[in-house]
C-alpha cells in the first residue's frame, strides 16, 4: 500500500520519474516496434500482389478518390461537377489526403502515402499510450500497454489499410496524453485543440472528446473557486470546442446537401437501413451488435481481436484505477463512459462488424490500457518479492497470444489486398479501357471504379452519390425509380455490380430488361479464402451489364375514367412522401421491400405489403365522386380490403386475382365524402388483427373524377 500510495502521489504531481520525452528509450523502441511490424504488413501486401501496393478495402479508394478530387480544386465532389456529397467518413482524413495529392502524392503514391501515413501514425500511438500508461498508473504498465498496442494485429491491420483508422488511434491517444498532462493544473489550454481534431475525424471521436469534455468540465467546476468566475466561464467555453467544430461540420453538410445526415450515416445505419422502422427490430440488432463486440473483446471469436478474457480484465482495470487513482477519477470514468457510448454508437450500424471491426480499432488501446492496469493492480497483492516477476510473466502470457496472431493477420492483410485487386481494382482497370469515355457506370463499390476506372460513376449504395442512399435501402423498385429520375445523360449506361448486399440485388433489373441478361465482362473472385472461410469481399463474382432505359417511366401511364387528378407511384420514395404514403404491415418487423416488374411493355415498382395502406390523395375537387384505380397483384387468400376516407367506412374493395404480374382494379368513392382538396384513403385488412392477411404487391394508384 505505500508503493501505491508513493505512486500515486507522484503521478498526481506529474513526477513519474520518466526519462524526458526526448530521451526515453521505450518510447523509442515501442514506437519503432510498431514502425517494423507496419512495415511487415506492407511487405505481405507486396508479396500476394507482385510487389504492387494494393488496398486491402476498396473503402480506402473512396478516401482517395474524395482526396484526389479535393486536391484538385473539387472539394467533396466525387465527380468533377458533380454537387457536394457527404460521403467521406472523415472529414479530416480527406484534407489530409488531399493536401498530399497538391503537393505531388498521385496516381498510386497517393495510396502508399496513406498507408506510410497510417504506419506512422500508428507508431506514435504506441509511444503515446506508453505515455498515457506511465502517467496513469506506473511505467512497466506504461510500456506493457505499448507493447501490446504495436503487437496487435487488428490494429496493424486497420493502421496499415489505407484508412483513416492511424490517424484516429493518434488522435485518440493525443487527446488523452494531453487531457492527463493538463488535468493537474486545471487549465485545458491543448486539450480542446486536439480534441477538436478528435472530432473531425470520424462521429465516433466526436462522442469519444465529448466524454472528455465532461472529465474537463468536472474538473473545472472542482476548482471553480480557486480561478474565480471571469477565468472559469472563459476556460468552460474554451472547452467547447470540440462540440463547436463539429456542429460547423453539420452546418456545412446541411447547406451544401440539403441535410446534416452524412451519406454514410444514411445508408448504414439500423434507423435507416430499412423500408420501415420498429424500434423492437433496432434494439435487437443493436444489442446483437454489442454482444458481438463482447465475444472479440473476450477473445472468443475466430479473428484473434483480443487476447483471451481482456474485456473482463478491462472492466477490472476500471475499478482498480478509480480505486486507486482517485486524482484521476475524471479521466477514468471519461475513458470509460467515452469507450462504452462509442461500442454502442457503432452498434447501430448494419456494418459494425465488417472489415475486422475497423470502427472500433482505434479506441482499442485504451482497452489495452484498462487490461495492462488490471493485472498490474492485481500483482499488488502480491508479495513484494515476487511482484515483479507475476507483473511481467502475466502480461508476457498476453503478448504470446497477440504474437501468435501477428502473422495470421499479415497473411490476413495480403490476402485481403489480393481479393481487392482481383476484383474493383481489376474492374476499374478494365473499364478504363473498354466502355466508351462518356459511359456513366453505376456501381456498389464506388472507391476502386472511380478512382482507376476514369469514368464517371453513380453510387447504388448512396455513399458518393447525394440522395440514393434511401432508394437502395427500399429495395431494387425504389432504386430503379431514383435512378430513372436522373437526367438522360446521367443515367448509368453500364452497372458494374453483384446480387449480394450491401444494397439491393440487381436479378430484378435483369429480369425486366433493363439490365442485359449476360454481362459485357464477368469478373470471378480467385482470391482463395483464408482459414475462417472468408473474403473481404461480399461477393464471389462481379458483372459489367448494359443498360437500355427505353421503358424508363412507362409504369407512370394507366388509362382512367374521367380526368386524371393525383398519381401516387407506389416504390417511388420521393412520390410516397409527397403523398403521405405509409403501408400498414400486420407483423412487427415485416418489411414493405420495394420490387420491380413488367407486364408486356410496362415496367413498374412496388411495394410487398402484408396487411394494408395510407395515403392521401391531392388536387381534387370537392363534391365530384372520386375513382381510384389501383395496379395491385393480389394473394388469392385474401383479395378483399376494408376502405376508409378521411376516416369514414366507405365500403369493401376486392380486387381481382390474375397470373399476369399485376392487374387494375377500381373503386368509387361518393361524391359526399370527397368534402376537400385532398383525402386521406386507407386500405385495411378486412379482419384486423388474425390471419390470415392481405398479401399482395401494390404498384400504384391513380385517382381520376
Known amino acids: ?9 507522484a503521478l498526481e504531481t506529474g513526477r513519474t520519474g520518466q526519462p524526458g520525452a526526448g530521451r526515453d528509450p521505450a518510447a523509442w523502441l515501442i514506437g519503432g516496434t510498431a514502425l517494423l511490424l507496419g512495415a511487415v504488413f506492407v511487405g505481405a501486401d507486396l508479396a500476394f500482389n ?4 494494393i488496398a486491402p478495402l476498396d473503402d480506402v479508394y473512396i478516401h482517395l478518390q474524395y482526396g484526389r478530387q479535393f486536391g484538385l480544386g473539387h472539394f467533396l465532389r466525387y465527380n468533377t461537377g458533380d454537387p457536394v456529397s457527404a460521403g467521406a467518413s472523415s472529414m479530416l482524413y480527406l484534407l489530409v489526403l488531399g493536401g498530399a495529392y497538391a503537393i505531388g502524392f498521385q496516381g498510386h503514391l497517393l495510396l502508399g502515402f496513406a498507408v506510410g501515413f497510417g504506419v506512422l501514425c500508428f507508431a506514435f500511438s504506441a509511444a503515446g499510450v506508453y505515455r498515457l500508461g506511465t502517467r496513469l498508473v506506473a511505467r512497466p504498465a506504461g510500456i506493457w500497454a505499448g507493447l501490446l498496442t504495436a503487437f496487435s494485429g487488428p490494429l496493424l491491420w486497420g493502421t496499415t489499410s489505407g484508412m483513416e483508422v492511424g490517424l484516429a488511434m493518434l488522435l485518440v491517444v493525443s487527446t488523452l496524453v494531453v487531457f492527463a498532462r493538463e488535468m493537474p493544473s486545471g487549465r485545458f489550454h491543448y486539450t480542446p485543440l486536439v480534441a477538436t481534431l478528435l472530432a473531425l475525424v470520424r462521429p465516433e471521436g466526436l462522442i469519444f472528446a465529448g466524454a472528455l469534455t465532461l472529465a474537463a468540465w468536472w474538473v473545472l467546476w472542482s476548482r471553480r473557486g480557486i480561478a474565480g468566475t471571469g477565468r ?3 476556460r468552460w467555453v474554451w472547452t467547447l470546442l470540440p462540440l463547436l467544430a463539429f456542429a460547423g461540420q453539420l452546418l456545412f453538410y446541411q447547406l451544401a446537401t440539403g441535410t446534416a445526415s452524412a451519406n454514410g450515416i444514411q445508408a448504414k445505419s439500423l434507423l ?9 427490430e433496432f434494439t435487437d440488432r443493436t444489442v446483437a451488435n454489442v454482444r458481438a463486440f463482447a465475444m472479440s473483446l473476450l477473445g472468443f471469436g475466430n479473428q484473434d481481436f483480443a487476447f483471451p478474457g481482456a474485456l473482463l480484465l478491462f472492466f477490472a482495470g476500471v475499478a482498480y484505477l478509480i480505486h486507486a487513482r482517485r486524482s484521476w477519477r475524471p479521466l477514468v470514468l471519461a475513458m470509460t463512459a467515452g469507450l462504452g457510448a462509442v461500442l454502442v454508437s457503432v452498434a447501430t450500424l448494419n456494418t459494425a462488424l465488417v472489415h475486422n471491426m475497423r470502427y472500433e480499432q482505434p479506441f482499442l488501446p485504451v482497452l489495452l490500457l484498462f487490461v495492462v492496469s488490471a493485472w498490474y493492480g492485481a500483482t499488488r497483492l502480491v508479495p513484494p518479492r515476487a511482484r515483479r516477476f507475476a507483473l511481467h510473466a502475466g502480461l508476457a502470457a498476453a503478448l504470446v497470444f497477440s504474437l501468435a496472431a501477428v502473422p495470421t493477420w499479415a497473411i490476413r492483410f495480403g490476402r485481403d489486398a489480393s481479393a481487392i485487386r482481383d476484383t474493383d481494382v481489376s474492374v476499374g482497370g478494365w473499364i478504363s479501357g473498354n466502355l466508351p469515355p462518356d459511359a456513366v457506370v453505376a456501381v456498389k463499390d464506388v472507391g476502386a471504379v472511380a478512382y482507376f476506372g476514369k469514368h464517371r460513376v453513380v453510387d447504388l449504395i448512396g455513399l458518393g452519390t447525394n440522395g440514393l442512399a434511401e432508394p437502395a435501402n427500399n429495395g431494387i423498385g425504389s432504386l430503379y425509380e431514383a435512378l430513372r429520375h436522373l437526367p438522360a445523360a446521367q443515367r448509368p449506361a453500364y452497372f458494374a455490380t453483384y446480387d449480394t448486399g450491401p444494397g439491393p440485388s440487381l436479378a430484378q433489373l435483369r429480369s425486366v430488361g433493363i439490365l442485359d441478361a449476360e454481362p ?4 470471378q473472385v480467385q482470391t482463395p479464402r483464408d482459414l475462417n472461410g472468408r473474403l473481404i469481399v461480399p461477393f464471389e463474382e462481379l458483372g459489367v451489364y448494359r443498360a437500355d432505359w427505353t421503358l424508363a417511366g412507362s409504369g407512370d401511364r394507366q388509362p382512367v375514367p374521367g380526368v386524371l387528378r393525383d398519381y401516387l407511384n407506389v416504390g417511388d420514395v420521393s412520390a410516397e412522401r ?13 418489411q414493405p421491400v420495394s420490387v420491380l416488374a413488367r407486364n408486356g ?10 396487411g394494408g395502406e395510407e395515403f392521401t390523395a391531392r388536387n381534387l375537387t370537392p363534391g365530384q365522386p372520386l375513382t381510384i384505380t389501383a395496379r395491385t397483384a393480389m394473394d388469392k387468400v385474401v383479395p378483399d380490403m376494408l376502405v376508409l376516407v378521411n376516416g369514414v367506412p366507405t365500403g369493401v374493395w376486392t380486387r381481382p386475382v390474375e397470373a399476369a404480374p399485376w392487374s387494375t382494379a377500381s373503386f368509387t368513392v361518393p361524391a359526399g365524402l370527397v368534402t376537400g382538396s385532398s383525402a386521406r384513403i386507407e386500405l385495411r385488412q378486412p379482419r384486423p388483427l388474425l390471419n390470415p392477411y392481405p398479401v399482395y404487391t401494390s404498384f400504384g394508384y391513380w385517382f381520376s373524377q
Open 520 to 523: 459485357v465482362q464477368l469478373f
Open 601 to 610: 411493355d410496362v415496367i413498374d415498382s412496388g411495394r410487398t405489403i402484408l
Open 272 to 280: 435507416h437501413d430499412r423500408p420501415e422502422f420498429y424500434f423492437t
Open 1 to 9: 500500500m505505500t508503493e501505491v500510495a508513493e505512486t500515486t502521489s
Open 578 to 590: 409527397g403523398h403521405d404514403y405509409a403501408p400498414r404491415m400486420a407483423q412487427v418487423g415485416m
Open 232 to 234: 472559469s466561464v472563459a
Open 50 to 53: 507482385q510487389g504492387k501496393l
